[in-house]
């Protein structure tokens, strides 16, 4: 039983890390908290789920519509809101895009009420893997390792390649990234649709395992905050492998304890950590 568990935990931690890739890269370059983070996964867990409702499409189907919903989101945030509050203080884009977050959260419950909504059958539904005692579902299987998949290739593209290394030095200093011939602005608006990417693909793995109302994105999005702030700011495997901790700890804690603790274990753990490593485990 406690094997089983650990390993949903473990599974489900991956995709908790892929929301977390995308607030990282905002939050290590740009030193802007997007409030907003979890309610763009909202949005595109609802578009899953509507393209499954009125055309029967399976999520594999509408991932590449939600992932793109969730990058043009990114987009007009920056555009609108963000570009304007780059140079103000740190706190103006938080209260702007906690704003920003109250009013998607609440026009999705005037456009489709606050009831959870269920994806009945999708083409892995129902079937799993078992290994002696241990089932492992093929949706919940499939969800890790699409994350893992993802936050590798982001992972890699902001290492080896041109515009990764442009990402990195505009983190570093953007007055000299500029002086080097950086296109700070485009960088700034790259990372936001990676960022959407992210929220994108994770809200369409989420989708079929968990369900769908105005408020699915406010928990993990909190979720990605603390991961974020654990893993250390900027840091890509720093997230993917705080997220994974912060899942393990969420499945081992409600089982031990009751879900009602299973969060209030997760944030337990990153005040613990922050005693020690005020940046983060993986931080510097």
């Not at 039983?1 to 908790?16: D, F, K, P, S, W």
């Not at 994974?244 to 969060?263: D, P, R, V």
Request: with cysteine; net charge positive.
């Amino acid at each position: 039983m406690i094997l089983q568990i650990a390993l949903t935990g473990i599974l489900v931690g991956c995709v908790y890390s892929l929301v977390s890739v995308g607030l990282t890269l905002v939050w290590g370059l740009m030193d802007i908290i997007n409030f907003a983070h979890g309610d763009f996964m909202m949005i595109s867990m609802y578009t899953v789920f509507w393209l499954y409702s009125l055309f029967k499409w399976d999520p594999f189907i509408s991932l590449p519509i939600a992932v793109i919903i969730a990058a043009a989101l990114g987009l007009t945030t920056y555009k609108l809101i963000i570009k304007r509050l780059v140079n103000a203080p740190g706190l103006m884009a938080l209260l702007a895009t906690f704003g920003l977050s109250l009013f998607i959260r609440n026009f999705a419950q005037f456009l489709w009420s606050p009831n959870y909504r269920f994806i009945g059958e999708s083409i892995l539904s129902g079937k799993r893997i078992i290994f002696g005692d241990i089932i492992i579902g093929f949706p919940q299987l499939f969800a890790a390792a699409g994350s893992i998949l993802i936050t590798l290739l982001i992972a890699l593209f902001i290492k080896r390649t041109r515009i990764g290394k442009a990402i990195q030095a505009t983190a570093q200093n953007r007055d000299i990234a500029e002086l080097m011939g950086v296109d700070t602005e485009k960088i700034y608006m790259l990372t936001f649709a990676i960022s959407g990417i992210c929220v994108g693909v994770a809200g369409t793995l989420l989708s079929g395992i968990f369900p769908v109302y105005p408020e699915s994105g406010a928990m993990y999005g909190l979720l990605a905050f603390v991961i974020v702030a654990l893993g250390g700011f900027g840091n890509i495997w720093g997230a993917f492998y705080a997220g994974i901790l912060i899942g393990l700890a969420e499945a081992l804690g409600g089982f031990y304890f009751g879900t009602q603790f299973k969060y209030a274990i997760a944030f337990l753990i990153y005040l613990l950590v922050l005693q020690f490593r005020p940046k983060g485990l993986f931080g510097w």
